[in-house]
């Protein structure tokens, strides 16, 4: 718990309480006593609820049996049996009442209408994903302690926060993916889960400066592949990834992109499974998509192109629409360029047909390269493109800034219609 200012008496003491099967007394039935009275129902307490009217919530809870409601007022002997009392009736001299019997009685009394004269107060409360209780006071300034606890749960949700357990749990792996890797381009779960993990499992691509964040504790183990240069092979990365997770390790499997977009993601994820180790899956911003965008082309755009195909680069491209309106777009497409525009040229592709090669892309060394189709090839050669890089081609290319120049006729003006393209 977290108490910023000096209270003016003597501290107040937080504590954690159990509530399962308690009995707990709520007079009152107003917004602010709903509010308690489901976090008591979700820390499983047994409810009464006194008071002659309530609001829609807290009937319905009555109605389907969640809680008790006393469709009265507040009497002596209310608080018989009871573990700890809440009440927020709208009237101070009621509250203060009930608190007053609570006290001689021993019972813990919240009182709304008092900060200063109740024997127990709720604190804001956040949950994390990774079993941690985020409980805040401010000095009986509620807003003050959610302000206080929101900032906290958005640190902890995106990863800021030294989340990692200290003591050993059950093992497990998440598929992560990073996106094309800039840091901000990675999901918020996955930061999170980066935050928290034992074991990082690294590929060449992704956002890498991540890593340089992590606790030095943190084991960082690089199965990255260069193509040509195989440092681990997937039965190896698949055995690292079970290996780790079975001696206890929260595993995160960093991966580029999505790690279902040619990320072998997939294998990776039955691997565990068959082995019996948990498993999840979290997306990411796949360079597919994503690539294109750093250089200014939407992968369809209205009036350009209605879809667009993605496919790797080492496949024969003879199956997908070879329409300048239908955007392809190539992944590892590098060492085969000049057979893939060949092929696309013999399926009757306009050789003014656009194409951009955009070199490590969301990078500070990103460069784009943009050229007809019938001359992008041997371009590519001359300035020496290589991977990782993304080909896109199709009129949308003609959207980007790089383009200006390069092509003709002239860019189209965004949101207007395209002109006809010769
Ligand atoms: N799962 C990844 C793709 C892995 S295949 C994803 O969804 O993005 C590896 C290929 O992705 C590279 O050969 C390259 O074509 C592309 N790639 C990934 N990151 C890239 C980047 N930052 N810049 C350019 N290409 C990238």
Sequence with gaps: MFEPTAPREAPIHPLALRLSGKAVLCVGAGAV???????????????????????????ELADAGGLTWLR?????????????AHTATGDRELDARVSADAEGLRIWCVNASDHAA?????????????????????????????????????????????????RAGAGSVALVGGGPGDPGLITVTGRRLLAAADVVVADRLGPRDLLKELDPSVRIIEVGKAPGDHLAS??????????????????????????????????????????????EVVPGVTSAVSVPAAAGIPVTHRGVAAGFSMATGHDELTELPARPDHTLVLLMGVARLGRNTATLLGRGLRPDTPVAVIERGWTPD??????????????????????????????VVRLSPHAAGRLAPAVPAPGRQPLPVA
């Excluded at 009265?72 to 700890?84: A, F």
């Excluded at 499997?253 to 072998?264: E, I, Q, S």
């Design 234 to 279: 997937q039965d190896e990365i698949n055995a690292v990834l079970v290996r780790e997770a079975r001696t206890g390790n929260r595993v995160v499997r960093l991966k580029g992109g999505d790690p279902f977009v040619l990320g072998r993601g997939g294998e990776e994820a039955a691997h565990c499974r068959e082995n019996g180790v948990a498993v």
């Design 366 to 395: 990103q460069r784009v390269t943009i050229d007809r189709l019938d001359s992008i090839a041997a371009t590519a050669e001359a300035i020496g493109v290589a991977n990782p890089a993304v080909v896109v081609i199709g009129d």
């Design 118 to 166: 109740s024997s127990a107060w709720t604190p804001a409360v956040a949950r994390t994903e990774e079993g941690i209780t985020v409980a805040v006071t401010a000095g009986g300034d509620p807003r003050r302690a959610a302000g206080l606890r929101n900032a906290i749960a958005l640190a902890a949700d995106t990863g800021l926060l030294p989340l990692r357990r200290r």
């Design 33 to 59: 006593s709903e509010r308690r009275v489901n976090q008591l129902l979700e820390a499983g307490a047994q409810v009464t609820v006194i008071a002659p009217a309530a609001v829609p919530g807290i009937e």
């Design 72 to 84: 009265r007022g507040y009497g002596p002997g209310d608080l018989e049996g009871m573990w700890l």
